[in-house]
């Protein structure tokens, strides 16, 4: 009972299998937007396609429709006054419960085929969903291209093989026999159909609509349910394109494209009574504390998949390669303002200094240099322009006024505003960098959303892997780093990073960043400490979305 | 990195692994109390072992160790008085988290093979563990050892390989190298290391000992977590056996045995301090709604993996056995005096009678007939003492009065009291029958555990299909059973049992019965509607007791 597009896909999911299975790298979308791999003129009608949507109504077809909604804010300042249908939530909920019964029929495999020819699809709209997370979030074009388009197609379909792999494991059929001595056995027939938990609600997030929306969205859907899409208010576009793309793709298929709904609201009453509605068996969130723990709390119904905040992490011990590490630590920091959750907040510095190929270095000269190396990097308008995107919100910009009085600490690093040649609304701003002590736990433990970092003075390194595990079990993480050339301190910040269940890398001074992780091979957030109870994409992600039915008779 | 108990056992994780990937039958803990397959003398040595904790003090060599505990009332009134260790849960808390790492440190593989060794052991105990179910919970002989003995160990072995199963998709380490143009590529090594949540609760139940701890008790152990077990008071021996013989394989493997413990507790405020404890990261739980309840509402900081109460249903709609079915029905109703999760509560009858190779059967014939069919099978009192056992508990016992005095509806059969020549205080009880129609819904829509179950007069097949579901899907339900010849009846149940999420059992006139499961072919639960949130033993039973914890580095 194949599905004619599992079978067109088939290569690309068994090369997803393996590199799952490796953790090799592997990506069959290329992160580079180039017309030379996405097609002459790709890029110009990705451009035009953006372009086409503004100011305009964007239909969808989707049932339960009032209403026009529009309110999209550009942080690069653009016009954008596109609308959305306001539909029902109860409405979408029905419809897409009518909606789940052929999906489930179609069985791992169909689901499987649908979802990757709705990922080919999407891959070849990456031009024109890069514009539009771009022009929501304030990232850089070359971010937005990838983290918005190819990268988050790899997360989409990292979820699709994970869920195929664990539904794969169980057979359609079996036959059970018994032997009874000398009389003659039992013999059954068992059917075991894979039945999707429900309706699944994903709510996205200002800064990475795409990104942090596939997974959830994937997962649900590979495993039999049906979704529905609550974007940020303020990055509904790229949410939008991909619900249009996901709809055309099931009624080609003769799918009900009520399986997938955008569900813009106005009110958070409203969000809130579709989250807590009985029928909705999953919610995916990527957010703030404030509302995630809300969704824990009273989401009771339904199994909740939330990425919270977190306060992530860097120890110095030593480093035979000073230069390469403040490099790479200016990136990370610089890199999209540092509105990523995978961000460093706190460089934890011994009180001593630090160990360098360039000879000693006391606690103040790190600080000194880190700055250096960040306005430095930073000196040239094109790369910082094209790095550090704009600021995605008001909350964010007081966040960098407050670090930038010296409330928090000594600033070592004050954040400028950079004027944006083609969008003079932009607010592009530098990292600021915030010198304090490890005694002042209010300033740095708890996670302030932005460029904004501290470099933490601690009494020495084991204080400061102490003090690193302690941070991540109580506040969470997604991303510790260390630079040492002690292979003693690296195993002991080895199992701090094992007991506070973080991801740990490990001298960085190339071109790889703490704050990115690579699909099919880094785990992205263990779902082991505070600031995520969930991981891209391990089975736990893919394996609670479904039950398995069975049926047995006597053959 | 290979683990001598690994490498010993590892044909039977093989069988087990390859039994789960066909769900045909299979198992290695031999079914039958002989001494043929089991030894010569093994049934007098396993008695004897029995006998010998009579009376005794059951050392453990816990920590914490303050005083002795008792209390243990045997079902047939035979004299326990068994004293366990009570031990301090804080500290019992704390020696599992430091027996935690090294257990960690083993990997999936050391984990598996230690695991598989206790199995062994503990199958070689099956005499003596079948003794103390047995005279713990008052089921009978046959049914102590198997359901006790190896059949629970089948349960646990499965757990054990579906948890190796889902680890070992996860290597130990990777190289990572992206191509960077002209450039030399990215290049890195990364190590995945598999890292349990924390310490793990598993709350036993009076009924099952063993074969509803065991797969909580495994599947936590092999995915790294050491097991705290707080049994039912009233079937403590059997766990504390087992207990035991974990902890002597792990000392003997050169590994902490406070990584496995007891927690016999006396006020009900001291499991409600240990099932919350921050430390304690998942809960394993089968029983009463109330606390169950309790369990899902309190227990926030561990996912917790709950059986509750149902209601289990038959839908009759026609039959071409009908003494066969009548007999069928009268073994599932008796087993246990239907003292089982599994067992049928509600067989819904179309109040136009069914057809069947008999002849048409009106509801009465249907009623009239099931009740002989119950008391011909239980009219030898040989027959009847083996099946039926004695009733646990005295809340069990009122129930049957309640539904013997027709408060509920029409007695169809009632239940009567069975003397024992060897345990004269054992209360064994026949099951009671009650007629009622379906409007009657207080009196058959809760679950009234014991042998007590109802005919319920439904209008025709599609109503009862129907109400089927609606009691799966509001009540919750782990069986449901369905007599049909009639493809469309049964396409029909099929749908029904698939939206409500639970395993179906169809014409079953033999050996099998609904309320029996194998393991390794049928599934335990979905996990899928209100009697259970986790099935064993799925992916999802497993999946989320673990954390991936990587690491990477420039190479």
């Known amino acids: 009972m194949s599905h004619p597009l599992f079978d067109a896909h088939r290569a690309t999911l068994d090369a997803a299998l393996d590199a799952l299975r490796t953790r090799a790298h592997w990506s069959p979308y290329p992160e580079l937007p180039s017309t030379k791999v996405y097609g002459e003129g790709a890029d110009v009608a990705g451009k035009a396609a953006f372009d086409a949507h503004l100011g305009q109504r964007f239909e969808l077809g989707q049932p339960g429709h009032s209403d026009w909604q529009t309110g999209e804010a550009s942080p690069y300042g653009v016009a954008l006054e596109v609308s959305y249908p306001a539909c029902d939530p109860e409405v979408l909920i029905a419809a897409a419960r009518q909606a789940m019964p052929a999906w489930q029929k179609l069985g791992a495999d169909g689901r499987a085929g649908i979802c990757l020819e709705i990922l080919q699809r999407l891959n070849r709209q990456s031009f024109e969903l890069a514009h539009a997370v771009m022009m929501t979030t304030g990232q850089g074009w070359m971010m937005a291209f990838q983290a918005g388009a190819p990268h988050a197609q790899d997360r989409a379909l990292e979820a699709v093989a994970m869920a195929w792999r664990e539904q794969s494991q169980v057979p359609a059929e079996a036959i059970w026999e018994k032997p009874q001595g000398k009389n003659p056995p039992l013999r059954m027939k068992k059917h075991f159909e894979i039945v999707g938990r429900g309706v699944a609600v994903v709510v996205g997030c200002s800064t990475f609509p795409t990104w942090n929306t596939y997974p959830g969205l994937f997962a649900a859907l590979a495993t039999g349910n049906p979704v529905i899409i609550k974007p940020h208010g303020s990055a509904v576009l790229p949410v939008a394109i991909t619900v ?106 011994p009180a001593g200094g630090i160990a360098t190929d360039e000879g000693h270095k006391t606690y103040d000269e790190v600080c000194a240099d880190l700055a250096q190396a960040v306005s430095g990097f930073l000196a040239k308008p094109e790369v910082a322009l094209a790095v550090l995107g704009a600021v995605q919100s008001r909350d964010t910009l007081e966040r960098i006024e407050l670090a930038d009085s010296g409330a928090l600490g000594r600033t070592v690093l004050a954040s400028t505003r950079i004027a944006h040649p083609d969008y003079p609304q932009a607010q592009v701003r530098t990292p600021v960098l915030v010198a304090c002590d490890a005694g002042d736990e209010p300033a740095y433990m708890e996670e302030r959303f932005g460029p904004i970092s501290f470099i933490v003075r601690v009494a020495d390194t084991a204080a400061a892997i102490a003090l690193s595990e302690r941070i991540v079990s109580t506040h969470g993480a997604l991303t510790c780093g260390l630079y040492s050339t002690s292979d003693a301190v690296i195993d002991a910040m080895t199992d701090a990073t094992l007991r506070s269940k973080v991801a740990l890398s490990i001298n960085l001074t190339g071109g790889v960043f703490v704050n990115q992780s690579a699909a099919f091979s880094d785990f992205h957030g263990t779902g082991g400490n505070p600031a995520a109870n969930a991981s891209y994409a391990d089975a736990a992600f893919v394996a609670s979305r479904f039950v398995v039915v069975q049926r047995r008779y006597h053959v």
Chains 1, 2 share one sequence.
Request: glycine share 6%.
């Open 244 to 349: 249009r793309t996901i709809r055309a793709v099931l009624a080609e298929h003769g799918l009900d494209p009520n399986l997938v709904s955008l569900c813009v609201v106005q009110r958070p009453e409203t969000t809130q009574a579709l989250v807590t509605h009985p029928d909705v068996a999953s919610v995916d969130f990527t957010g703030g504390n404030a509302f995630g723990r809300w969704l824990l709390e009273h989401c009771r119904q339904a199994r909740v998949y939330a990425e919270l905040a977190g306060v992530n992490t860097i120890v110095l011990d030593s480093t035979d390669s000073y230069r390469r590490m403040l490099g790479n630590l200016a990136f990370t920091l610089s890199l999209y303002s540092g509105q990523m959750c995978t961000t460093t907040q706190a460089i934890l510095v």
